[in-house]
């Protein structure tokens, strides 16, 4: 267990509203990831930080923007939700471990559905 | 671009039988992971390869890392219905370089009782 939570557990909103995403982690861990899963795609990256204030773009960062200002905590935020953004998120840290690999423990996720 | 392709995509088979998921890919990965995830969770490490030819085993799970590091083989022995979920690769192309993970598209097995 890698002390991960995630809130809301699952969130219904309308299209243009703005949602902020929150992934909270309780081991001082420096690498934070957001993810989105879809079927058909797996998991693809959205935003990772690697310090407090220090993130960086992945592969479907449109649209999102994310912020780290303890390192216990990174939000992920959609300005103006779409319909496409419907999609499970799931927050990640990375451990060190052993060998310096990137291993990554995930939190529960967090089921959004933008109407 | 899917860097890592993963088949089959789906597998239904009955208690007891035995199945190989295929992770490839023309890109050369330093390590190699695999990950189980149940339906509401998010998922969860099983194994890290990260030597060419390398095999590890996890009780009835044999996971194997090619010669040239560019794929990856689940083998499970006498499934069982605990073993059904999302079973996801995911590979690093350089060690700590890029700090990102590549996923597959994962593969789904249903064990049937």
């Known amino acids: 267990d890698a002390g991960i939570t995630q809130s809301p557990r699952h969130k219904v909103t309308e299209t243009g509203t703005p949602v902020t995403l929150r992934c909270h982690q309780t081991e001082n861990h420096r690498y934070m990831y957001w993810y989105r899963q879809d079927p058909g795609h797996g998991l693809r990256l959205i935003h990772y930080s690697y310090g407090v204030k220090d993130t960086d773009k992945g592969e479907v960062s449109d649209g999102y923007s994310v912020s780290r200002s303890k390192t216990e905590d990174f939000l992920l935020t959609l300005e103006s939700a779409t319909s496409s953004q419907t999609s499970v998120y799931f927050c990640?840290?990375?451990?060190?471990?052993?060998?310096?690999?990137?291993?990554?423990?995930f939190g529960p996720g967090t089921r959004l559905t933008v109407l | 671009t899917q860097l890592l392709e993963q088949s089959p995509q789906f597998l239904s088979i009955q208690e007891g039988e035995n199945l190989t998921v295929y992770c490839n890919s023309s890109s050369v990965f330093s390590s190699l992971q695999w990950y189980r995830q149940e339906p509401g969770e998010g998922p969860v490490l099983l194994v890290t390869v990260v030597t060419g030819g390398e095999v590890k085993k996890l009780k009835r799970l044999t996971f194997q890392f090619g010669d040239a590091r560019k794929d990856s083989s689940l083998h499970i022995t006498a499934a069982q219905p605990g073993d059904t979920g999302l079973y996801l690769c995911a590979g690093e192309r350089s060690r700590g370089a890029t700090n990102k993970l590549i996923f597959g598209t994962g593969t789904l097995l249903a064990v049937q009782p």
């Open positions: 990640a840290i990375r451990d060190r471990g052993k060998g310096a690999y990137n291993e990554q423990f």
